[in-house]
């Protein structure tokens, strides 16, 4: 039982480049969020889903699109990085009976 | 606009005392309340909640209290272990509504000494 799992886990890319975050949970969650870390800014949400085939924007949706073709897995997608899209990026997963969110580890993106 | 505040930054104990974390909200919809605990280089994890219904909940060292009417929760850490330095984050959320979105404090960094 892996919960939450991000990949990758760290990546550099460069102004303009496109990249995928792929989150992939395995407890049948119907919930699910993509947020951003940076530094004294806490955890904003970028965009989440609340089922298969659902998605919606959150606090910080600007400069990136998602997908959740598979209930279990949720993608973030950067179509053309900018520096102010280095963070480090938390999916998390949620059941419907449940309170709280599962998150996974992580995964640090710099774009130079 | 902050929903939720978190407004100390950083916090230091010794260890085996209390440490106390404050967390302000402002949105009254609010009804359901978490702390999540942070160390570097992971994801946060889940501690403890607590429902609008009640001012009070305890899980061993944890305790969550609950002011409705000041809009202010605070989490007891007591005795403190410094295994318990990590960052902490205060989230909130309306637990009525059709999409389930936690709103985050900016966290607080808690440093127990020994």
């Known amino acids: 039982n892996a919960g939450v799992t991000q990949t990758p886990k760290f990546r550099v890319l460069k102004t303009g480049q496109s990249m995928t975050l792929l989150c992939a949970q395995d407890?049948?969650?119907?919930?699910m969020y993509w947020y951003r870390q940076d530094p004294g800014m806490g955890l904003r949400l970028i965009h989440y889903?609340?089922?298969?085939?659902?998605?919606a924007k959150g606090e910080v949706p600007d400069g990136y699109n998602v997908s959740r073709l598979k209930k279990q897995n949720f993608l973030l997608g950067l179509e053309s990085a900018a520096p102010s899209q280095t963070s480090v990026y938390f999916c998390a997963s949620k059941g419907v009976n449940t309170g709280e969110l599962f998150f996974g580890e992580g995964s640090r993106l710099t774009v130079l | 606009d902050q929903q939720v505040k978190q407004n100390s930054p950083s916090l230091s104990v010794q260890e085996g005392r209390i440490s106390i974390l404050n967390c302000d909200y402002t949105?009254?919809?609010?009804?359901?309340f978490l702390w999540y605990k942070k160390y570097p280089a992971e994801g946060p994890t889940f501690l403890i909640s607590i429902s609008s219904i009640k001012d009070k909940n305890e899980d061993g060292r944890f305790t969550v209290f609950l002011n409705k009417s000041a809009k202010h929760l605070s989490l007891h850490i007591v005795p403190s272990q410094p295994g318990d330095s990590a960052v902490y984050f205060c989230?909130?959320?309306?637990?009525?509504?059709?999409?389930?979105?936690?709103?985050f404090g900016k966290g607080t960094l808690l440093t127990v000494n020994p």
């Open positions: 989230a909130a959320v309306w637990s009525g509504g059709s999409n389930y979105k936690l709103t």
């Open positions: 407890m049948n969650h119907e919930y």
């Open positions: 889903s609340v089922g298969e085939g659902t998605t």
């Open positions: 949105n009254s919809m609010f009804d359901y």
